[in-house]
């Protein structure tokens, strides 16, 4: 297996952010892509936005998807607190688990499943979780339920493991070819986590900056380019 980069690698907090103003939209105004809304957890909607640049690159990944295959969006945007939130109660499942575990390693075997929030794609409205369904918007077969952790899946989350089903491979690499093409990356240790724009992808893809940086959804949307 290729050498993963984890969110909590100093390589993705040392890329700098020119945040572009882009705005985050709503989903659910756009009968284009299938929302699956299980991740509904405030009046506000925040799960279905994404900034307007991501959304473009999901319909054009969609786009070229085969016949009968369809995007499943479950979450894109996640505000700060809420991210905090997940990462600090994984953190803290691991730390209880692995007592022996210095203060970094917990950091980093934590990001392999809930990003540092303050390196975070879905706090910049830059990441989706997504998988494939069919017409009927049935979720197709991925190898693992959407969000399992590597404890639970026996690392079978991860995209390229090898402990899945040859029909889960095949539908993990028609999702892979259509959203790479679309220019999105994806964060090796969950097949479901995608992103375009934000710190990773930028390390991934040899951008010097990324172009959204985190945001609270009511923040009003101008450029700063002195955000780092």
């Known amino acids: ?7 909590s690698d100093p ?10 103003g882009e705005r985050l939209v ?3 105004r756009d009968s ?20 307007e640049g991501v959304l473009d690159r999901l319909l054009e990944a969609q786009a070229q998807l085969p016949q009968g295959m369809r995007l499943l969006f479950v979450e894109g945007y996640r505000p700060p607190s809420l991210q905090r939130h997940y990462f600090d109660k994984y953190a803290a499942q691991l730390r209880a688990e692995h007592p022996e575990w210095a203060a970094e390693q917990v950091r980093s075997a934590a990001s392999r499943y809930v990003s540092p929030p303050e390196i975070a794609p879905h706090s910049a409205g830059a990441a989706v979780d997504l998988t494939l369904a ?16 590597p404890e639970e899946s026996a690392g079978a989350g991860y ?13 993990r690499n028609i999702l892979s070819i259509a959203l790479t093409a679309a220019g999105l990356v994806n964060y ?16 991934a893809t040899g951008a010097a900056v990324a172009h959204y940086g985190p945001k609270e959804l009511g923040q009003p949307q101008t450029p700063n380019p002195q955000q780092k």
């Open 159 to 171: 995209t390229q493991a090898d402990n899945i089903s040859d029909k889960a491979r095949s539908h």
């Open 188 to 203: 090796p240790t969950e097949w479901w986590h995608w992103s375009y724009g934000d710190r990773y992808w930028a390390m």
């Open 1 to 7: 297996m290729t050498e993963i980069v984890l969110m």
């Open 32 to 51: 284009r892509l299938l929302i699956d809304e299980r991740k509904l957890q405030d009046s506000a909607g925040a799960f279905a936005y994404l900034r």
């Open 134 to 149: 069919d017409d009927d918007g049935c979720e197709l077969d991925m190898g693992t339920r959407m969000n399992a952790t």
């Open 26 to 28: 709503d989903l659910r």
């Open 11 to 20: 390589k993705v907090a040392a890329v700098p952010v020119q945040e572009c």
